[in-house]
Structure formats: C-alpha cells, structure tokens
C-alpha cells in the first residue's frame, strides 16, 4: 500500500448512508451504535420494571398471571444487565479509550462490528422469549428469573430456549468487546503512554475486559449444559439422572459474582475521572485505586457462593465464602477513600456529572453497608431471597453502574456532539433521578426486613403502604428517563459551542488526550499517534 | 519498507499475538465450565465440603474386621420421599432402629409402582446431619442401581449399613433420607400440564 493512498484513507468523511452504520469499523461510529442501542433497551428494560411495580402498586393479583410477573423479573434483569448496563459501558470504551490512549482506532475494527452487531440479534431473541409463551404449546414462561436455575429452567417452556441462546450470543458479543479493548489498551498506547499515565477510565476497562474474558465463558458453558439437559437426555443438573442442580448454581455465580464488578468497574473509571476534574486537583492515590482494582479483580473471582448460603453448603467453605465476601469491602473502601480524599479541600464545583459522582460515592457506600449485613451468613440466612436483597443490589447497580454512564454521558457528551448539553435540564434530570430512585428503592429496605419475599407476584397487605409508595416514585423514577434522553437529543442538534475543553479542570493529573482533539473530534483521529511526554 | 509501515506490520502481529492469548484464554475458561462436572464431585468427595445432607460415601466395606462398640447407642431414622414427577408408594419398613456403631444392619424400604405403566426410577440418599455422612457405610442399597417397576408392581427393598465406629460421639442421631425420582424426563415437564388420576386426588 503506498503512503498516498493511506493519506487520502485517512481524511475523508465518514462513508453515506446506512451503509455507514452497518458496515462501520470505525470506533466512534461504533461507540455511538453501543450506546443508542444501550439507550433504547433502557426503555425496554425499564418498561417490564414499570409492569412489576404497576403489579405490586396493591396486594392481590391485578393483571398479571404469576408466571407471566416471573419472566418480567427475569426480562428486566437480563436486558438491564446485559442489553444496558454492559453495552454502554463497551459503547464509553469504543468512543474514548482510542482517543485517550492516542490510538487511530480499535485494535481490531472488524471484530468491534461483529461484537456490536450480535446485540441486536440477541435483544430480539430475547423479547421473543417473552412472546412464545403466549403461543399454544409452547409451556410456561421464563419464570426463572436471570439466575436460571435448574430444575425449574429444565421445566419451562420454550421461551427457555430463546433465553439460552440470548445467553450464548451475548456472551460471544461481549468476549469479541472484551478481547479488543485488551488488545487495544495493551499494544495501541502512544509512544510515551505507559501503563500507570493511563487515565484511570483505561485501567478499569482492562480489569473489566480481563474479567468478562475469564468468566463469559463458563456461563456459556452452564447454559449450554441447561440446553443439553433440556434436550438431548443428558442429567448435569438432573439428580434423577446422577447430576446436581446445585452445580449449576455454581457455574451460574462463578459467572454472576464478578459480572458485578464487570458492571461496576467502567463507572468508577469514569468517576475517577470526573472527580478530578471538577474538585481541580490530581486523583488521590492513582496507583492505590489500580491496586484495588487488581485486588478487587481477584477476590471478585473466588466469592460467588455467597449468593447460595441456603442451598446446603457445609461450614468450611461457607466460611470462606463470607470471609472473602467481607474482605472485599476493603479494596472499595479504598476506592472511595480515594474519591473523597480527591476532593478533600479541593475547589469543587457542582456541574451535573459531578452531582452523579458525589451521589454515586455516597449511594454506593450504602449498598457497600447492606452487603456487609448480607455476607453475614446467618444474617443473610433471614435475608435471603427478601426485598431487602432487592434493595441491597439496586443500591448497587444503579449507582454503582447506570448513574456512572449517566455521568460519563454529561461529561462526554459536549466532546462527542461539540455542543454544550442544558445545564439546567442537566440538573433538573438528577435531582428528579436520584430522589425518585431513593422513593423507590429505599423503602424496599424495611419491607424486605419485615418478611416481603421476592420474586412473588402477590404480597401480605401489612406491606401495602410502602409498596403503593415505591410503584409510585418507581413511574416518576422511569418516567426521569425521558428527559435524559431529550436532554441527549436537544445535544445533539445543536447548542453553545463546548470547544476542545469544555471543563477547565479536565487537564489536571492523569488525563488522556481525548482533550487535545476538537469538539466533535475527527471522523479519523490520530492518524499519527502523538508523543506524551 | 519505510519506517511507518514496518511499525504498522509488527504493531498487526503484537496485536495477533494478545488476540491469540486472550482467545486461548476464552477456549480454557468454556473448558473450565464443563471441568467443573467432574472436578466439583472430585473435591467436594476429597474434602469432604460438599452438600450438607449428602449421600454418605455408599463405599462397601468390609464390616467383618470393623469393631463393634457394643456399649454405644446411635439412633437411625429413615424418611421416605417421592419427587413430585413419581406416582409410587414409598415408605421404610421400620421408621427408626437403634444400632451399635460397627455392626452390620439391615432393613428396607417397599415401593409400589401405582401406574398402569412400567416406570425406571431412581433413589437419591440424603443424610443428616452432614458431619456423619462420610461415617454411614451402605454395603449394599437399591439406591445403588436404577429400579425398574411394572405396572402395579410393588416390592422389598433392602438397605445393608454398618456404623463406623469413629462416628463423633456428639452424634446420637442420624436421619437417613431417600427421595424417588422417575428417569424419564418427559415426566418431569408432564406433572406440571397433566392432571392427577382421581385415585391418587383423594389419597391428598
């Protein structure tokens, strides 16, 4: 290939028409497909979390049958998981981890096409494994909820096996993600970019992608098992047969344990950068937060039978068990050590991804204190399977995750667009975001406490009060959404100019090069990759 | 070759070379899922941390060489179960003994397969407390093998255990508990669609 050809390659526009879309290897075009798609199944997500709460607004059985309540639990946590949380955050690393490490684009573009393209593949799968049920003949519903457990998976119907197979695409789709990002952030840094100038954003991606690698696979693997015993006579989890059901409990948790930490870590990476920039001093403690990634990273990998106290284990592993699970409050005790001592005396102000970071540090704290209540085994023993849990892990994902990409949104978006967003609009969003979240999900606390198990479509009337109050702040909560994203369209078409730096505080400490592109960045950036000194 | 071009190539094979790694990495971990099959019986058998309630060792021994403790008292109870996808009948003969630790026993249970049709099932063992499992010898048991009954067919089952005499002194009694399962898969989804014949209704 001569020099001239890649020249003329590398500066015109990007290609016309769909064919832009469909056949993109370009990183950015690809992050801004990760992350509408991720936008679009947060409605669908949040639709089927609309329908629980509109059940669970009165005792009794309104209008959904019991199995039909079931698959909605299991639809709104399959897709927040995996067709939300997850492809947003691979949506944030297409978009910025090229441009902050100084790549020209993903170390492998064809493949970063194929891991998108597989999403929607499996998000009609997985609403078609909603509707078969309704088909005569077809069996029960996915009443299992996201864990799958047999034997009642080997029961359901075939909705089953749509989920399945959702599960083996998925899978693949966020491997593919997952490798690239690695091999991106490993070998396509600048000159002079070492590991430890990497912004913070970068480490978490590669603690995240590393783990996604280690543990997609044996889910895989675990359904794949759940489809064998469905069809084809064999007993892994059949104990008629000589199998356990207890396995796959296992195999499922060796997976769903770190798929936390999976969801988690973008968002702190992208606090770790947000913090800084608006407290106008360096991270505190770069190293000790990558360090308790790493920590983090290890012991997420050897706690997941935590989520199974009940099922019959014996004491010694047990124990281990809930000793590891304790252990982990100390690496995210650090990390939000660090973001405080970030912003310790620093000259704060309260721009709207700020206000996501500094509730985000607060909220999490608190799932980090029911976690601690729930890893205590007989504890968790009068916990188990209530709201309580409920509470604990929506306290969890929903700062811990979803309010980080909030947050990343309104941090990047004026970089992404070139325009500044609605800074009122910006604000009204999280308070009316973060107070309905709390009305809805603070009060599950006390319910759970008082005995309202979950999963179960009709409740005790003692409960009716504190649930009509979270069905309500639950709408007002889903119905926040749709300002979001007028708030990212009215973006889009047009606003104040942002400029290259849109936060005067973004150039302090360990920061990437995103900032020294221009607002929208080039179709192609970094052609030739710059030199950090 | 120019210099750009020759960092472009040897950046493509770094890049094939991490791919590589992280895709062995993928094939391991899916091989890892299927491992843990074997493996999972392996360690919880070896440690001894498996399920609580497990089925005890059902390894033969020779109890001629075992010595009896004869001034030592354990109490067995034996529970019946039928898993929901199973129309037999299914009880122990005695619903408790008391054994000397050592000595050799023998009891049974009857099932009586209640169905106009033959029906292969099996017998899965639970014991309690767990801590005695590994110490509950079956020298011979019908949860060994698979049980094939026809029709209104219905039989003794024997059960041959010994004690072993280093059983914890703490435990005094032990429950030993069986839960029928019909092999056949189709049965299980069948339980949830097909109503139950009249006969077994008023049993309830």
Known sequence: MSTDVAHEEHHHGPPKGIGRWLFSTNHKDIGTMYLTFALTMLFVGGASAMYIRAELFMPGIQFMEPDFYNNMVTNHALIMVFAVVMPAAAGLANWMIPMMIGAPDMALPRLNNLSFWLLPAAAVMLILSTIVPFMPGTGTAVNTGWTLYPPLSIQAGMGMDFVIFTVHILGVSSILASINIVVTILNMRAPGMTLFKMPMFCWAWLFTGLLLIIIAPVLAGGVTMLLFDRHFGTSFFDAAGGGDPVLFQHLFWFFGHPEVYVLLLPSIGVIAMIIPTFSRKPLFGYKSLVGGMAVLFTLGLVAWAHHQYTVGMAAGPTTWFMIITILISIPVGLMLLNFMMTMWRGAMTFETPMLFAVSIVLMFSFAGVTGIMLAVVPADLEYHDSMFVVAHFHYALIPGALLGLFAAAFYWLPKWTGNMYDERLGKIFFWWNVIAFNLTFFPQHFYGLAGMPRRIVDYNPAFADLNMLSSIAAFAYGISHLLFLYIVIKTVKGGVKAGNKPWEGAQVGTTGLEWDLSSPPPFHSYATPPVVK | ?204
């Open chain 2, 1 to 204: 070759m120019s210099v750009p071009e020759k960092r472009e190539k040897t950046g493509q094979n770094k890049n094939r070379k991490t791919t590589l790694i992280l895709g062995l990495i993928v094939v391991g971990m899916f091989g890892f899922g299927f491992a843990m099959v074997p493996l999972y019986r392996l360690v919880c058998n070896a440690t001894g941390i498996g399920i609580s309630g497990s089925s005890g060792t059902g390894r033969i021994v020779d109890s001629s060489t075992t010595k009896v403790q004869k001034d030592r008292w354990v109490t067995i109870q034996f529970d019946a179960l039928l898993n929901e996808n199973l129309r037999w009948d299914f009880y122990p003969e005695v619903k408790k003994i008391n054994v000397h630790p050592g000595q050799s026993y023998e009891v049974s249970y009857y099932a009586k397969n209640k169905t106009d049709h033959k029906i292969v099932a099996k017998a899965v063992p639970g014991i309690t407390p767990w801590q005695a499992a590994t110490y509950f010898h079956k020298t011979e048991c019908f949860c060994f093998t698979q049980q094939t009954m026809d029709a209104g067919e219905g039989r003794d089952m024997p059960l041959k255990f010994v004690i072993d005499p280093a059983l914890p002194e703490d435990i005094k009694i032990l429950t030993l508990s069986y839960t029928f399962m019909d092999t056949n898969r189709e049965s299980i989804r069948d339980t949830r669609e097909v109503e139950l014949p009249v006969s077994v209704k008023h049993e309830g």
